[in-house]
């Protein structure tokens, strides 16, 4: 062990250059990343045993200073892992244990759903099995730009008073920042202390995390990587209430040493907890990898890799490692454009990364913020036409963008986006939806009729379509078909539509949901008793019966029809 903590002593002394380099095909993806727009910059960390190499490209403002390995990024989510470190220390420590009902720690003015006289315990919340909604719904933010800020713990208890679970509890994964931010509220409680008070106290100053935290010192200010969206620079995110579940800022330098920690090249105090932390819980139905308290653990070519990533408003970052190979990495980025691929390739020699492409809008709203609409229009005609550059016409993103502008009163710089996405997405009967609103709310009728009727006409389960169309005189209003519960019920289960791939139908009184492998629970909403809609997405879910019992569901979504047999 002496050896370790040798080499530990002189990587926190080491300057931050390169000891090994990066494969060939990440740096090339990297530098197309950034030439391309989709972040100012991307800074990667590998640590094991030789110490850290440190690998940094791009700047902290478009066109602005360098970044350094002492840069600071919101980590976003990958604070969870520090509170179930924290959780497993106090475990540890005897003052919890992971199967304590977590209303045991809750003052009286909150009550914790149960279901079947279960209830959720400590562990629960940090394997996400807890059952509790991904996020809370009574979210009323003054400012949209930064939505957690003024989320108060009094809300957080009225919203968990009110809710009423929809599953059995531990049934399965359901990814849940509420469950995770609650967590952190927990441990907070009974420390006696605010959580950042007790990650620092625990986690940070032992560690000699001097540039982790929550609240940004003057140093940290003057490093900050600032966040962007789309190619627009946005605001910060502050957590107070939820913090455990993504509140922490940080550099690579220091994500490092906490990676280091957490695979035992630091000695620590800390390392029985990180174990336990590490330790798989379930891998159950929802999810589509193992997790332990706060970490994830996937199947690699050379081994497991326990990992988090995470993502705020203007940040998308990932950390984790390979135990066998003593191998950790941290990308950490300033935009909203993933690279966990950039991560996993590091970790997993059989790991792809994801094709980099140009991003149109960002070329075109150049031009549409410098010029006007017709300018942008002729932009996206050159680009169209360009057979030596592969652009990217992400329709979420014009369709994000364009409300923005919609937002602000621009009516007619939306209708130019919005457009451009109903050229490039002709069967999205979303784009069409989102065209016929900025038409509508640039006074032009008769053209938003028409885009609304084409979006019925793809997507015949629109109902704000047809109750718009209503109210301008068209047609009339939608009506909710009403299933009866003992119907709605017999639909309930588990629906295998392919290898690692399954819909979880479950029932809440009059409302059925689904919720696919690894993604959140949406509503169904009935059409007839056999079929159904989503509003969220473009589907339709119909369900078989044989003999009087449902025996299979159909999905059908973006010109796909994906049977699934009933297996639960």
């Not at 100012?40 to 490209?57: E, H, N, R, T, V």
């Not at 906490?258 to 999810?287: I, T």
């Not at 709203?365 to 990217?392: C, I, M, S």
Request: net charge neutral.
């Amino acid at each position: 062990m002496k050896h370790l903590f040798t080499i530990f002593i002189a990587f926190c002394t080491l300057p931050s250059f390169a000891q090994k380099t990066l494969p060939a095909e990440v740096v090339a993806s990297i530098n197309a990343r950034i030439s391309n727009g989709y972040s100012p910059s991307i800074a990667i960390g590998i640590i094991d045993k030789d110490g850290p190499q440190y690998y940094l490209f791009g700047t902290k403002t478009a066109g602005g200073q360098p970044v350094n390995e002492h840069t600071i990024y919101e980590i976003g989510s990958i604070s969870k892992t520090f509170t179930g470190i924290l959780l497993a220390q106090m475990v540890q420590d005897g003052q919890m244990k992971t199967d304590d009902p977590a209303q045991k720690y809750l003052p009286a003015a909150v009550t914790l759903p149960t279901r079947k006289g279960q209830q959720i315990t400590l562990g629960h919340l940090s394997d996400h099995t807890s059952a509790l909604a991904r996020l809370p719904t009574n979210f009323a933010p003054k400012d949209p730009a930064n939505p957690y800020a003024d989320y108060t713990v009094e809300q957080m208890y009225a919203f968990l008073n009110g809710y009423t679970l929809p599953r059995d509890i531990g049934a399965q994964y359901e990814y849940s920042n509420l469950a995770q931010g609650l967590l952190g509220h927990i441990l907070s409680l009974k420390a006696g202390t605010s959580y950042e008070a007790l990650m620092l106290s625990k986690i940070a100053t032992p560690l000699g995390l001097k540039e982790t935290k929550i609240t940004f010192d003057e140093k940290m200010k003057q490093n900050l990587a600032m966040g962007y969206s789309q190619g627009v620079q946005v605001s910060n995110w502050d957590i107070p209430t939820l913090a455990g579940a993504g509140a922490i800022r940080s550099s690579v330098h220091d994500m490092l040493i906490y990676l280091a920690a957490n695979m035992g090249l630091k000695k620590s105090k800390l390392y029985p907890a990180m174990q336990l932390s590490h330790q798989v819980r379930h891998d159950k139905p929802g999810g589509s990898t193992r997790v332990g308290l706060g970490w994830h653990i996937s199947k690699g070519a050379e081994g497991d890799i326990i990992w988090h990533n995470g993502g705020t408003g203007g940040y998308r970052t990932f950390a984790g490692f390979v135990q066998e190979t003593g191998k950790g990495v941290v990308v950490l980025t300033n935009s909203d454009k993933g690279a966990d691929d950039l991560g996993f390739r590091l970790l997993n020699s059989a790991e792809k990364l994801m094709e980099v492409k140009k991003s149109a809008l960002v070329e075109i709203r150049k031009t549409l913020d410098a010029q006007g609409t017709e300018a942008a229009w002729k932009a996206y005609e050159t680009l169209k036409k360009d057979q030596v550059n592969a652009y990217e016409f992400n329709e979420n993103e014009f369709n994000t963008t364009g409300y923005t502008y919609l937002q602000r009163g621009n009516a007619k710089t939306a209708i130019a986006l919005f457009k451009i996405n109903v050229l490039e997405y002709p069967k999205s009967a979303n784009a069409y939806d989102s065209y016929g609103e900025a038409l509508m709310k640039d006074g032009q009728k008769e053209a938003a009729i028409e885009a609304y009727k084409k979006s019925i006409e793809l997507n015949p389960g629109n109902t704000n379509a047809t109750d718009i169309l209503a109210k301008m005189g068209v047609g009339e209003a939608s009506k909710v078909f009403i299933v009866d519960e003992s119907v709605l019920e017999s639909y309930v289960g588990v629906y295998e539509l392919g290898p690692n791939f399954t819909i979880t139908i479950t029932r809440k009184g009059t409302q059925l949901f689904a919720q696919a492998t690894g993604q959140g629970q949406f509503e169904l909403f009935a059409k007839s008793a056999t079929e159904f809609f989503l509003k969220v997405v473009e589907a339709q879910v119909t369900f078989t019966s044989k003999d009087g019992k449902v025996e299979s569901m159909t999905l059908f979504q973006g010109g796909q029809v994906m049977p699934g047999k009933r297996i639960k």
